[in-house]
């Protein structure tokens, strides 16, 4: 039985990840702030599915929290098979009107966490010669986001750092994929401060729809998860098209969002 640690887990696509994960008999680290939301859950899961679901309530904002989480990817007497990278936020408004030290919240824990658990997880993955990790990107990595010039850059980053990562656990038994969900139904809209949206429901799924596709991808040997064709054709549509073009783009749908 192998054991899967998910960040975010508490709502969203992290417990998405959670659930379906258990569903497939692993064992679970699950990881938030919320411990309460993270026992509850992990009580369900461990009595449906039969899981160990240990609950690590960390703030990955702080330096002490993500030397925690760190410190259990890279426990040899307690290996970490599957790191789920899911943890992040996102804020919407002009750049010049926004906090900055919120923002600069929304690159350390969207950039810096990230980087820094994947680094504890693939040492102890390539010491054992096996291992996966899932970084959670989106969709707005495949252009520049104006109204969420942030948050854009940091899934960019993490789009850019887990490819090149890929390729150098090349040969080491070690998966690292990225997954791009596009707009999805969880706390993250109303988290980010926007409000009623007019964006069609069509171009909308579910946290378990990702998830699922995830999976699927990762079984599959993949290197990018993008569920739904809409999704996928749009970020080719983008990485194809001047940056000039597809940030104007951006720039419409982002405030037809909010």
């Excluded at 509850?40 to 904002?61: I, Y």
């Excluded at 104006?146 to 150098?168: D, L, N, Q, W």
């Excluded at 690292?176 to 401060?193: I, N, Q």
Aim: with cysteine.
């Amino acid at each position: 039985m192998t054991t899967a640690l998910v960040t975010g887990a508490s709502a969203g696509i992290g417990r998405a990840f959670a659930s379906a994960l258990a569903a497939r008999g692993n064992d679970l680290v699950l990881v938030a702030r919320d411990g309460g939301r993270l026992e509850e859950l992990a009580a369900e899961l461990s009595a449906m599915h039969g899981v160990a679901a240990d609950v690590l309530a960390s703030d990955l904002l702080t330096t002490h929290g993500v030397a925690v989480v760190a410190e259990r990817l890279a426990d040899p007497d307690h290996p970490i098979d599957l790191l789920v990278n899911n943890a992040g936020f996102g804020t919407y408004g002009r750049f010049a009107e926004l906090d900055v030290e919120r923002e600069v919240q929304e690159v350390e824990l969207n950039v810096v966490a990230l980087l820094r658990l994947t680094h504890a997880a693939l040492g102890a993955m390539e010491r054992r010669g096996n291992g996966a990790i899932l970084n959670v990107a989106s969709l707005a990595a495949y252009q520049p986001n104006p109204i969420s010039a942030t948050y854009g850059a940091t899934k960019s980053f993490v789009h850019s750092f887990t490819h090149a990562v890929r390729e150098e656990a090349r040969g080491t038994g070690v998966t690292v994929m990225l997954v791009c969900p596009g707009y999805t139904h969880t706390e993250f809209h109303d988290r980010a401060g926007l409000g009623p949206t007019d964006v069609p429901e069509f171009l909308w799924q579910s946290a378990d729809e990702v998830v699922a596709a995830a999976l699927r991808d990762l079984d599959r040997g993949r290197s990018v998860s993008i569920p739904g064709v809409l999704n996928q054709t749009a970020a080719a549509m983008s990485s194809m098209a001047p940056a000039g073009i597809t940030r104007r783009v951006a720039g419409v749908i982002i405030k037809r969002s909010g």
